[in-house]
T-cell receptor, first 111, second 115 residues
Framework: QKEVEQNSGPLSVPEGAIASLNCTYS??????FFWYRQYSGKSPELIMS????GDKEDGRFTAQLNKASQYVSLLIRDSQPSDSATYLC???????????FGTGTLLAVQP | SAVISQKPSRDICQRGTSLTIQCQVD?????MFWYRQQPGQSLTLIAT?????????ESGFVIDKFPISRPNLTFSTLTVSNMSPEDSSIYLC????????????FGPGTRLTVL
């Protein structure tokens, strides 16, 4: 079992729809969870961080964390073509300070 | 958030040579890291750059191949030694800020091609 798992996609959504990106992790001791956006040919850009169970909203982005289910998700409301990118889920392990990345989900927002 | 710069942004090198990548952060940070990202792949941690001491390498990466320096809290270098085409990749510097949130930011990356 991979430490951080994501569906590689591509996830295709129409413009204006809600995009839902999911991530599961294996280390129950994990405390910090992050979503990065990576455009093709660019480096990862931090867009959301979440540390407590529940939802955290920032503009059109909502991160959701369920530690009991070891599940973290990212919702993007009113998706725009400019949101088309690879979204990387990252989890900081409970026993170490290392950030473990999933393989990323490619999101394609269709105009 | 920390602003991170890297030099060079890209390079094309010959087999058997070495390349040193520089990473500069605009503020003091607690942790600095070096990652590799091969085409179409996710990020792989090479090592944690420790200020004033030897870097901590991940499994599969060794100091002789990837020597790392971190002379102060804002600067680090990664050398890719005795390069082969398999070393062609994007190398990313990353820094973790001093806030309690432990957010980690990335530099723009160095695209390395080895012929």
């Amino acid at each position: 079992q991979k430490e951080v798992e994501q569906n590689s996609g591509p996830l295709s959504v129409p413009e204006g729809a809600i995009a839902s990106l999911n991530c599961t992790y294996s280390d129950r001791g994990s405390q910090s969870f992050f979503w990065y956006r990576q455009y093709s040919g660019k480096s990862p850009e931090l867009i959301m961080s979440i540390y407590s169970n529940g939802d955290k909203e920032d503009g059109r982005f909502t991160a959701q964390l369920n530690k009991a289910s070891q599940y973290v998700s990212l919702l993007i409301r009113d998706s725009q073509p400019s949101d088309s990118a690879t979204y990387l889920c990252a989890v900081r392990g409970g026993a170490t300070n290392k950030l473990i990345f999933g393989t990323g989900t490619l999101l394609a927002v269709q105009p | 958030s920390a602003v991170i710069s890297q030099k060079p942004s890209r390079d094309i090198c010959q087999r058997g040579t070495s390349l040193t990548i520089q990473c500069q952060v605009d503020s003091q940070v607690t942790m600095m890291f070096w990652y590799r990202q091969q085409p179409g792949q996710s990020l792989t941690l090479i090592a944690t750059a420790n200020q004033g001491s030897e870097a901590t390498y991940e499994s599969g990466f060794v100091i002789d191949k990837f020597p790392i320096s971190r002379p102060n809290l804002t600067f680090s270098t990664l050398t890719v030694s005795n390069m082969s085409p398999e070393d062609s990749s994007i190398y990313l510097c990353s820094a973790q800020g001093q806030s309690s949130y432990n957010e980690q930011f990335f530099g723009p990356g160095t695209r390395l091609t080895v012929l």
